[in-house]
């Protein structure tokens, strides 16, 4: 199936998450991925004149679900789509990996991505991906509940989208996320470049999102993990056993972790 042309607008909520709405261009619907509440929804909602028709789930934490209850009793039974293992009980559609769904008039994947929660799923397209908290602009989410070993398995499957795929995670963390990148690879100049386009976006109120699958095989530290040197800089208390890609992953996050 063809895909329709969207626009993708962030809504910002609490002090660092955006809810990201999709809005097919030939319709007055749209849809938003991980509403941690539903005031800014409905705001959005109500200016661009748009009917909410569903919502997309990429994994249970409050801050990407509880806005998800008031919007069913604001606009009714609206689905929702999220992951078949999910603790959260308001899922109307349930995925698995593998799964293709339309949504929007975008033809979806859905590929399990464990890690920073046992349920997380993300929903690709060759040209967007909606990655929730695991994969971040310069990082990743923390391992709540995954292992090093399962969050690498899942970032080594979102680096094999095309290049140019966008992609659109849940959290503000670019800035922060580049200074730990820059403490692991002080001469990664695509990093410096970055920070400066960052801070440029941020003084002006900006998001720093979308980035690309590109983009963060060359500054994010975590999809960079099977390179040899990104230990160089790691501090003795925080290396890990072990040679393995995956232990290299370990050994970056829990520096992350303490820094």
């Not at 399962?150 to 959290?171: D, E, G």
Request: hydrophobic share 35%.
């Amino acid at each position: 199936m063809a895909q329709v042309a969207v626009q993708i607008h962030p809504i910002k909520a609490f002090s660092d998450n955006y809810i990201w709405a999709i809005c097919p261009s030939d319709s007055n619907l749209m849809w938003v991925v991980d509403p941690g509440q539903s005031e800014p929804v409905i705001e959005f909602a109500t200016a661009a004149k748009k009917q909410l028709a569903g919502v997309l789930v990429t994994h249970h934490h409050w801050d990407h679900t509880d806005g998800i209850a008031p919007l069913r009793t604001h606009y009714g039974e609206l689905p929702v789509y999220g992951p078949h293992n999910t603790p959260f009980n308001g899922i109307t559609h349930s995925l698995h990996d593998g799964d293709r769904v339309t949504i929007a008039g975008l033809d979806f994947t859905i590929i399990h991505t464990p890690g920073h929660t046992l349920d997380h799923i993300c929903y690709l397209t060759p040209e967007l991906a909606f990655t929730g908290d695991t994969l971040f602009s310069a990082g990743c989410g923390r391992l709540f509940e995954g292992s090093p070993q399962q969050m690498w398995q899942s970032l080594q499957r979102l680096s094999q989208l095309p290049a140019q795929c966008q992609i659109y995670c849940t959290h503000e963390y670019t800035q922060a996320n580049l200074a730990f990148a820059a403490a692991v690879e002080p001469e990664n100049e695509d990093i410096t470049q970055w920070q400066q386009w960052g801070e440029q976006q941020r003084a002006q109120a900006q998001p720093t999102l979308p980035t690309t699958i590109a983009r963060e095989l060359s500054i994010n530290p975590f999809m960079r993990a099977n390179l040899p040197h990104m230990l160089n800089t790691v501090p003795a208390d925080m290396q890990t056993e072990g040679s393995e890609d995956w232990q290299r992953f370990a050994a970056l996050r829990k520096w992350k972790d303490n820094f």
